[in-house]
């Protein structure tokens, strides 16, 4: 049984493998502004969506070519978090995580779940160097990584970090009243 509390977790799936391209169109009215975490075998690179291209901390768009090498991408706002991993030369499963329904033209709804949301926060490596980099946008450094710029808007002030915002999603796994975390997702990047 739902307590009033608890949250509806919706997870959907693209009905076929879909290029990264193509998972972000089918879903672009929900991403708009996201945070994305693109991964390939050389980087972790941190973009911000804009209409359907990826932007860089230099605010030009992300160009095609270089997205080929992304096996994972994590695209998130407060609203809904996408998740895409190539599976077969460029092609993948796509997977859009939302507490709201939502149409998404080539995508069905596979699970809804009660769940209870816990907050959680990663820290991210980097203290501002305050260097002005495209508004919008913040550079930490640290020596071990180098430099990291975040879409963050705002000055960072003195000693405050950065930090990447998720929700955990416990809800019931067995019928003994036994609760785990089932899922996670990305929210937003929050500086303290």
């Avoid at 090498?69 to 991993?85: K, P």
């Avoid at 809804?112 to 980099?133: F, I, M, N």
Wanted: hydrophobic share 35%; aromatic share 8%; with cysteine.
């Amino acid at each position: 049984m739902t307590n009033p509390k608890d949250t509806i977790l919706y997870t959907y799936r693209s009905n076929q493998d879909v290029t990264l391209a193509e998972a972000i169109q089918s879903c672009s009215e929900l991403l708009e502004g996201a945070i994305a975490l693109l991964y390939s075998p050389s980087s972790c690179q941190i973009a911000q969506l804009s209409e359907t291209q990826f932007k860089a901390s230099d605010g030009k768009p992300i160009a095609p070519n270089s997205l080929e090498d992304v096996f994972e991408a994590r695209v998130f706002n407060q609203n809904c978090e996408l998740r895409w991993l190539n599976c077969d030369n460029g092609q993948g499963n796509a997977v859009l995580l939302s507490e709201s329904e939502v149409k998404i033209g080539e995508f069905s709804l596979v699970e809804s779940k009660s769940c209870e949301p816990l907050k959680q926060e990663y820290l991210l490596w980097g203290e501002a160097t305050h260097t002005v980099t495209t508004q919008g946008w913040q550079r930490l450094a640290e020596a071990r990584i180098g430099k990291l710029d975040i879409p963050l808007d705002g000055k960072l002030k003195e000693k405050q970090r950065v930090y990447l915002c998720s929700l955990e999603y416990f809800a019931e796994i067995d019928d003994f009243g036994n609760f785990a975390v089932v899922d996670e997702r990305l929210v937003k990047l929050e500086a303290k």
